[in-house]
């Protein structure tokens, strides 16, 4: 990224997450999830415009019918320029840990929320100050960063730098084609859960018509669709 744009993009951040540190003090009645929406969001456009690609936020992202997981609603999903579903951040409280392996402040719901998205294969845990990216199958961070300005709102630098490298494995994420039936099965299931099917798409887009068919004969997990029958542009 270029780096004067990230180190705005940073202190920026930083200034806004201080500002609704003040206004949730004052009152309590406010959502403190509902008000990083707007910040972080605008955190996202901007380093997408520092790594000259575009970055769509979408918040609130419901599931569609039909998924595997119901009754998760992430906080917001981040789109590229394409309109390809690249991942989600979930949002927490900035006095709630934003890191799943340690659940500081966290609720029941926090943690049964958990254990449902464990399985996702691009996702960012923060609660501003805080950041984690998690894999499916990781069984720990791939990334992690807790942020600490100073009384002016400045980020360090190497704070700034390991917030950039987080997101660049965020946004550069990429779905990989696995080469059997059953590998494509396992990778598939979970992302079926998250609302992907331009991903899904993609992946199966890559195989050849007997592979395609020998996937829906074996898949009993991942319920992309009715195995009555493959789409038509693939036959």
Not at 14 to 25: F, K, N
Not at 26 to 33: A, K, N, W, Y
Not at 125 to 153: D, F, M, S, V
Request: glycine share 8%; proline share 6%.
């Amino acid at each position: 990224m270029a780096h004067h744009t990230i180190a705005t993009a940073c202190n920026d951040l930083a200034r806004a997450l201080l500002t609704v540190e003040r206004e949730l003090a004052t009152d309590r009645r406010t959502s403190p999830e509902d008000q990083l929406k707007v910040p972080i969001s605008g955190f996202l456009t901007a380093v997408g415009n520092a790594r000259s690609s575009q970055v769509n936020v979408v918040t609130e992202h419901r599931q569609l019918s039909g998924d595997n997981v119901e009754g998760v609603r992430l906080d917001m999903a981040v789109k590229n320029g394409r309109g390809q579903l690249t991942g989600h951040l979930e949002l927490k409280s900035p006095n709630k840990s934003a890191n799943p392996y340690r659940q500081s402040g966290w609720s029941k719901h926090d943690k049964k929320q958990w254990k449902r998205l464990e399985n996702h294969s691009n996702l960012i845990y923060t609660n501003g100050w805080e950041w984690t990216l998690l894999r499916h199958g990781a069984g720990h961070p791939l990334a992690h960063i807790q942020l600490t300005p100073n009384p002016e709102g400045e980020l360090p630098e190497n704070q700034m730098e390991e917030l950039s490298n987080l997101l660049d494995q965020f946004l550069s994420w990429k779905a990989t084609s696995p080469s059997s039936p059953k590998g494509l099965a396992d990778q598939l299931a979970p992302l079926t859960r998250w609302g992907c099917p331009q991903i899904v798409d993609t992946l199966l887009s890559c195989l050849g018509v007997k592979q395609r068919f020998s996937y829906y004969n074996f898949d009993q997990r991942a319920g992309l669709r009715n195995r009555r029958g493959l789409p038509s542009r693939w036959t």
